[in-house]
């Protein structure tokens, strides 16, 4: 049974698709989703990218830049949740508060249904589906093996002490056909009191991705193995003093 905490480390969880098109994109795909979901997601946001060309000449270079729409963002009321859309694009994500993995998966669900009746694409080339996690730690001593199962190695030679660090692995899962990709370590900005990062993303891409009718079900199964990966990851200290 999966453990409820008082307070969950998630600060964003994140569901994205990359789609194989039936047709050229056309940009006004997102403004017909947006119709569909302004009511729960009435802020716009625009998020834009800058296109460099260079064009040989007579001696030189030339260069030309371009800006443009890499993608249309949705937000809630109190920017707790937002919807993006791109070319061949489609990512739903969860700030802080998170509610509950079903309420998350059923909004994953409803704006693919959305996204599938609008852009009508052929297949999905890529799923993912990730938690980045911020744990604060409740004292400014302790040994990090009291509390995390997942350590950095150095040899003998070298002192064992971390101003910081950050491991990165990535594990295949061939049950169901992904991958995870495991990052922990200190934040990039350090903070006033000790903290850690862990990022697990879990996906399938190309021939390895599901139908787009089997999404349900993946995702569910990538659930389940992100969540036993994160509880592997710390102490029962952990779960009782930090998390519980």
Request: aromatic letters at 10%; proline letters at 9%.
């Amino acid at each position: 049974m999966p453990r409820i905490y008082k307070k969950p480390p998630v600060i964003e969880a994140v569901c994205e698709f990359r789609f194989e098109s039936s047709q050229p994109w056309d940009w006004t795909i997102p403004g017909l989703i947006y119709d569909k979901i302004k009511i729960e997601f009435p802020k716009k946001r625009q998020q834009n990218v800058l296109e460099v060309a260079m064009q040989p000449g007579e001696g030189k270079i030339a260069q030309e830049v371009k800006a443009g729409i890499a993608k249309m963002q949705f937000l809630r009321e109190d920017e707790t949740a937002l919807v993006q859309v791109g070319p061949e694009l489609l990512a739903v994500n969860q700030l802080r508060p998170y509610p509950s993995w079903p309420t998350f998966k059923a909004l994953i669900l409803t704006q693919l249904e959305i996204y599938r009746t609008v852009a009508k694409p052929k297949a999905l080339k890529r799923v993912g589906l990730r938690y980045i996690n911020r744990i604060d730690m409740p004292v400014p001593d302790f040994a990090l093996e009291d509390y995390f199962r997942t350590l950095p190695n150095l040899p003998d030679t070298v002192p064992n002490v971390f101003a910081s660090f950050m491991l990165r692995m990535e594990v295949p899962y061939e049950d169901i056909k992904g991958r995870l990709t495991f990052v922990f370590g200190t934040p990039p900005i350090k903070a006033e009191k000790p903290a850690f990062m862990l990022d697990l993303d879990m996906f399938a891409l190309g021939e390895d991705a599901p139908s787009l009718d089997q999404v349900s079900k993946w995702i569910e199964a990538a659930h389940e193995r992100v969540e036993k990966a994160f509880d592997g990851t710390f102490t029962d200290k952990t779960h009782k003093e930090v998390l519980e």
